[in-house]
């Protein structure tokens, strides 16, 4: 059994006291990154990359790795307790993370965050470990064709899936795609809608339309509820999940470390498609979809688990190639290349302790995490109980130093402002924000990828119908409209609009 | 009130002249701030933070790196040009920031040529035409040949539109006589993963980037865009080997400061960095990424970044590429 040599390796270099020590700093570090709103792996990895100078080559991999996944598990923290997103792939927990904890049922929302994640993080590092090469040359076979119609399913979904009101999910998808727009485009390189400021040519950040429209508009709507001094949450409730919790749980989670796993390999993937991805499934998969919004718990166990499971197998291209697929990626090859190794297709044969070591370190730090977070529930949940004068104001703080951490830019945290005005705009049209991340999200992939697409094709467009993997995701998209016109759907769409 | 007013500027100069002898005299007294234009992580960020940290040392003042990335390094750019010429912001400059930007974006609001003070080049990478290692294609010329038996069929990609893996595309069109359709990304990982999964027939891209994708057999190296082979890549041809000997185009990377820097400063700086340069320690950190350390005048490096940015002027005006 090679696999089973190669663990051995994995394990040896794992459990030195010294890798193990790295491996609790950097999961530790990672939890509290996750859990501040704004302040993300991204910004942290760089700060700490001078640091690891000092460090084996394995200790540093090891502990910056932990920072990453290891703020999987933190952001769901603050989404669940407070809605703000502690990380970018945790806004869709807000949903219904803070719906139960609206109804005292923090405590479950957040041991099922981290169940979920322990067990998404575990399966998708058993499949780094049993296939990661075979993954990643598969991962190569997705191209432009395939992308953009994979993003057009995503766009499609996410309207059908969508609360309330069609007209106001695909007024607020397509307001998504135009924020998108905004920067210079990949194949012309030309600048659209950056009114001649530099700051804009590269794009709006994620993280500051997220924490403006999620965070600092929920900020600023909760002045106006009257809850005593308390941030509002009724009661706190049992800490534990109950029975019915775990049987309502248990598929979500393994459907979203599926999907989550899948969608982390691919070029440009990572943690967040995946959270996105799992919280439509589930919501289409239940049987009361009108439940969700209102505090299920499948949708803050399918996105958890993708997300983790993403992190994890977001690494596959960088490790087994050498090609990061994102920022966090991008650093991981830069700290390697601190550490004099050169991140390519070589490293798996030629430093092998450093590759199966990384990945029974992440298992290790998965684990740690989980004993980490389990008891910390009880703690977090006391969180609740400061006054909000001092709770939002702090949030407030880590906010602006998160935004301005990520790419040193007054502009920026400016920027955020201006989207939590828009954001609370939002709240009062009730118009729901999350279509518009998910337009904003998959837009500029999806055009970047349909312009290549027609580049490579030399502008031919049946090119989407002849490859066969994109010809399926077509077929799938055009099932999921015909869905969309048909009677029962529209039906549960009526019930859920009664009961508003 | 004429006179006092003379005496106050009188007054005020030699206060200025004064400070700006004891500046260079213990200088520097305080931490210094490297500017990088780039994120954390790339060589760009390697290169900035190596020599930051040997000049903490040899300065006696710590070097703080500042990555401030975007707008293809015009934010950082911008923000030198505009800081206090005291010696305390550093900038890493690249070759896309002062000889190509200008030439392609007539909006900028820093001048490349006067905006700063050269102090001294400190690295270069050349580029690599690398193909599939399974294509038929295995060499420059036969590049070339099948590139001009069927015009405009081969794509190649590039880490950028008007980038140097871009613009050394442009050059190789340019030299050799060819059509090449040229497909942009979004950075060299994906360009570089759009040739391994096929999309592309030929990429464009670093010696960083392409030589651990060809040591270990993924890929083919064609050509290096250098007059000389690389150590690190010995099986791939030089420009003149492979019968192109215009086709060089190298990235550099050097430190600047803002205008108006005082001449001891650039002095003092340019000799802590040709120390750094010197140094054994400092070629043997960067072989293995294909940079190679360069050092030189303040004046030289003036002299390349005239030189390329005519040159690829030139080349950006025969391609008639533009951003707008």
């Known amino acids: 059994m090679e696999l089973l040599d190669h663990l051995a390796i994995g394990l040896q270099a794992a459990f030195t006291l010294n890798n193990l020590l790295y491996c609790f700093v950097g999961v530790t570090l990672g939890t509290l990154v996750g859990v501040l709103p704004g302040l993300g792996p991204v910004a942290t990895i760089a700060m700490l990359l001078p640091i690891t100078y000092g460090l084996t080559p394995s200790a540093a991999l090891i502990m910056l790795s932990g920072i990453y996944y290891g703020a999987q598990y933190g952001g769901s923290t603050t989404a669940i307790l407070v809605n703000l997103p502690g990380e970018s792939s945790s806004v869709v927990t807000c949903l219904d993370g803070h719906a139960m904890a609206r109804k005292g049922r923090a405590g479950a929302a957040l041991a099922i965050a981290a169940i979920g994640s322990f067990v998404a993080g575990s399966l998708a590092i058993l499949l780094l470990a049993a296939a990661a090469t075979p993954l990643a040359e598969a991962a190569l076979k997705f191209g432009p064709a395939e992308y953009f119609s994979l993003m057009l399913l995503g766009l499609v979904a996410a309207i059908v899936l969508a609360q309330g009101d069609v007209l106001k999910a695909i007024a607020m998808t397509l307001l998504g795609l135009l924020l998108g727009l905004v920067g210079t485009d990949v194949n012309s390189g030309v600048e659209r809608f950056t009114f001649g400021i530099p700051e804009l040519s590269d794009g709006i950040s994620f993280v500051v339309i997220s924490m403006g429209i999620f965070g600092i508009a929920e900020i600023i709507a909760n002045l106006e509820r009257d809850h005593g001094g308390k941030a509002q949450v009724a009661r706190v409730g049992s800490l534990m999940p109950s029975r019915d919790d775990y049987r309502r749980s248990w598929k979500p989670i393994l459907r979203g470390t ?243 | 009130m004429k006179l006092a007013r003379s005496v106050t500027f009188a007054l005020a100069a030699l206060a200025l002249g004064i400070t700006g002898l004891a500046q260079a005299d213990n200088y520097p007294s305080r931490p210094l701030t490297l500017v990088v234009p780039f994120p954390p992580g790339g060589a760009a960020d390697t290169i900035g933070r190596y020599y930051a940290e040997q000049l903490s040392t040899s300065l006696g003042q710590p070097v703080v790196v500042d990555n401030k990335p975007g707008a293809g390094t015009a934010i950082a750019a911008e923000a030198v040009a505009k800081a206090k010429p005291d010696g305390y912001t550093l900038s890493l400059a690249t070759a896309g920031q002062l000889a190509i930007l200008p030439n392609l974006q007539k909006d900028l609001r820093y001048d490349p040529v006067k905006d700063f003070v050269p102090v001294a080049v400190v690295a270069s990478v050349p580029n690599v035409v690398a193909v599939q290692a399974s294509s038929k294609i295995d060499s420059l010329p036969a590049l070339i040949a099948e590139a001009k038996a069927r015009p405009g069929a081969l794509s190649y990609s590039s880490c950028g539109n008007g980038t140097l893996c871009h613009l050394s595309g442009e050059l190789l069109k340019h030299l050799s006589g060819t059509d090449l359709l040229h497909v942009p990304y979004k950075g060299s990982a994906p360009a570089v993963t759009g040739l391994l999964g096929g999309e592309v027939d030929v990429a464009v891209d670093t010696l960083t980037v392409l030589a651990p994708q060809i040591q270990a057999g993924k890929l083919k190296g064609l050509v290096l865009t250098s007059a000389e082979r690389s150590p690190l890549l010995p099986g791939v041809p030089s420009a003149t080997e492979a019968g192109l000997p215009g086709f060089v185009a190298s990235g550099w990377f050097g430190i600047v400061l803002p205008k108006g820097a005082a001449p001891e400063l650039v002095e003092k700086l340019s000799g802590a960095i040709g120390v750094i340069a010197r140094s054994p320690q400092t070629a043997e950190r960067f072989a293995q990424n294909g940079i190679s350390v360069e050092q030189g005048t303040p004046a030289g490096f003036a002299e390349l970044i005239a030189e390329d940015g005519k040159r690829w002027g030139e080349v950006i005006e025969a391609g008639k590429i533009t951003l707008e």
Not at chain 1, 396 to 414: E, K, P, Q, R, T
Not at chain 1, 453 to 467: Q, W
């Open chain 1, 258 to 500: 599926g999907l989550g796993s899948l969608l982390g390999i691919l070029p440009g993937g990572g943690a967040m498609l995946g959270s996105f991805a799992s919280y439509m499934i589930e919501k289409r998969l239940a049987r009361e979809p009108e439940r969700f919004g209102q505090g299920a718990i499948e949708g803050v166990a399918g996105p958890e688990s993708a997300n983790n499971a993403g992190a994890q197998t977001s690494f596959i291209p960088m490790l087994v190639l050498g090609l990061p697929s994102n920022a966090v990626m991008a650093l991981m090859a830069g700290a390697m290349m601190i550490h004099g190794i050169v991140p390519g297709p070589q490293v798996i044969d030629e430093r092998p302790e450093l590759f199966w070591g990384l990945i029974v370190s992440m298992w290790l730090g998965n684990l740690l995490l989980l004993v980490l977070n389990l008891p910390l529930v009880g703690i977090w949940v006391r969180l609740l109980a400061v006054p909000y004068r001092l709770l939002y104001p702090s949030i407030l703080l880590f906010c602006c130093i998160g935004v301005y951490s990520v790419n040193n830019s007054l502009f920026d945290v400016l920027l955020t402002v201006a989207f939590g005005l828009l954001g609370y705009l939002f709240i009062k049209l009730r118009c729901e924000p999350a279509p518009l991340l998910l337009g904003y999200l998959l837009g500029p992939l999806m055009e970047e990828n349909l312009r290549r697409a027609m580049l490579l094709s030399r502008g031919d467009p049946t090119v989407f119908f002849t490859r066969p993997l994109s010809l399926t995701l077509l077929i799938v998209t055009a099932l999921v409209v015909l869905l969309m016109c048909s009677p029962r759907l529209r039906a549960t769409r009526q019930v859920a609009f009664s009961e508003d």
